[in-house]
């Protein structure tokens, strides 16, 4: 069964956007004043204030303590290039494209920067991905030729900030010696297909030789729901949350 992790404060803010958003008349005013109103703890409660506010407080902390998984140990971006987090992302976001798309993912990349927190050991929460994943991220995907895959390979090698599945790379001494998809080397004759979040492919973190890589698909997949729905899938198949680092990145 698919949760719907929406907030009831989300509503509420999003009414307070509505009353200051662009189309709605200003606020004409003559004249103001105003006054300095220090705050501290001799300021004292709004009551009226905090009777509005509580209920949707406390739905939030409900909806963020909601434990939707259990992890077999901490999972973090610790080290130099592959981490065990990187490579469980990178492939969740695989997995989940395509089962959405009906499409085959050949690579799929993650920037390490863009996981703010670890998985922790044990139960996982609602909270502890929005921790993880605090941005609005899309997934997207890409068509590579092979001249995009040795500039995505040289660029891993170059940064070591990507988690990635899909693609195995050696390096000696920072170049590049081997780079293959799904086990088997680069064929000029064909395309790939990366899936990659929206602020990569518009060249965040460096990487603009992707912004004129043809967009095959901008999806509206977030990547923080894409986490949610993969690990409560996992979890309704009776498994852990697990991942380890295995090699795919071989640096010498």
Not at 31 to 58: C, G
Not at 96 to 110: A, C, G, M, N, Q
Request: aromatic share 8%; with cysteine; net charge negative.
């Amino acid at each position: 069964m698919k949760r719907n992790f929406g907030f009831p404060i989300l509503a509420f803010l999003s009414a307070l956007l509505w009353i200051s958003a662009p189309g709605c008349a200003p606020l004409q005013l003559g004249t103001h004043q105003s006054t300095y109103l220090e705050i501290n703890e001799r300021l004292p409660d709004d009551q009226a204030t905090r009777a509005f506010i509580v209920p949707y407080k406390e739905a939030l902390e409900k909806e963020m303590n909601t434990v939707i998984g259990e992890s077999k140990k901490e999972l973090n971006t610790k080290g130099t290039s592959e981490s065990n987090l990187g490579n469980l992302v990178a492939d969740l976001q695989q997995k989940f494209v395509e089962r959405k798309l009906s499409t085959k993912v050949d690579i799929s990349v993650i920037n390490n920067g863009g996981l703010r927190n670890v998985i922790p050991s044990g139960p996982i929460t609602v909270g502890n991905i929005y921790e993880l994943s605090p941005f609005e991220n899309f997934i997207y995907l890409l068509e590579m030729h092979v001249e995009d895959i040795i500039r995505l390979a040289n660029y891993t090698i170059e940064k070591k900030n990507l988690g990635i599945a899909g693609m195995y790379l050696e390096a000696e001494n920072n170049e590049l010696v081997q780079v293959r998809i799904n086990g088997k080397p680069l064929d000029q004759n064909r395309t790939y297909v990366l899936a990659i979040n929206d602020y990569l492919a518009n060249g965040g973190d460096y990487m603009d030789f992707l912004i004129e890589v043809k967009r095959l698909e901008k999806t509206n997949f977030l990547l923080r729901e894409m986490l949610l729905e993969e690990i409560a899938q996992l979890t309704e198949k009776g498994q852990k949350v697990d991942a380890s680092i295995e090699g795919r990145q071989i640096y010498r």
